[in-house]
């Protein structure tokens, strides 16, 4: 099964062999966010969210977003291809995360950091809040 190729040890990018395992973990990883998430997007307690039904499973549509984003893994010696890093989102709160005013941005990333925390920790990655910030280019 697909479970068994998730793995939490950090892989090399430079290898085909490794990016197809990092494309398949992310595969999994990305449909375990949408069921922790019980299909309902992570910001939705802060931002009312308005959903459409996937036509792939039928089930609210879902994007899923990496919290530490996937170009600043190298910063770090555990890997951030972990089920806490990624977070299940409605298209509209995901796009806000990308284009949003950075007021904005800022108040959804302080919430999904304070959900996430915790759990990256677990794994390894301990990174400040202002870190995360610096990594979305968000002004103070």
Not at 96 to 114: N, S, V
Not at 123 to 129: E, M, N, T
């Amino acid at each position: 099964s697909n479970e068994e190729i998730a793995t939490e040890e950090k892989q090399d990018d430079t290898t085909s062999t490794s990016r197809a395992i990092i494309r398949n973990t992310s595969m999994v990883l990305k449909r375990m966010a949408k069921d922790r998430a019980n299909n309902k997007c992570e910001l939705e307690p802060i931002n009312s969210c308005k959903y459409f039904t996937s036509k792939e499973n039928s089930n609210n549509y879902l994007e899923v977003h990496h919290l530490i984003p996937f170009e600043f893994s190298n910063e770090f010696e555990a890997s951030i291809e972990i089920l806490d890093n990624y977070v299940a989102l409605c298209p509209n709160c995901h796009m806000l995360l990308h284009h949003g005013a950075d007021r904005e941005r800022k108040g959804a990333i302080t919430y999904l950091f304070h959900q996430r925390e915790e759990g990256l920790k677990a794994h390894g990655i301990d990174i400040k809040l202002e870190t995360l910030f610096k990594y979305y280019q968000i002004e103070d």
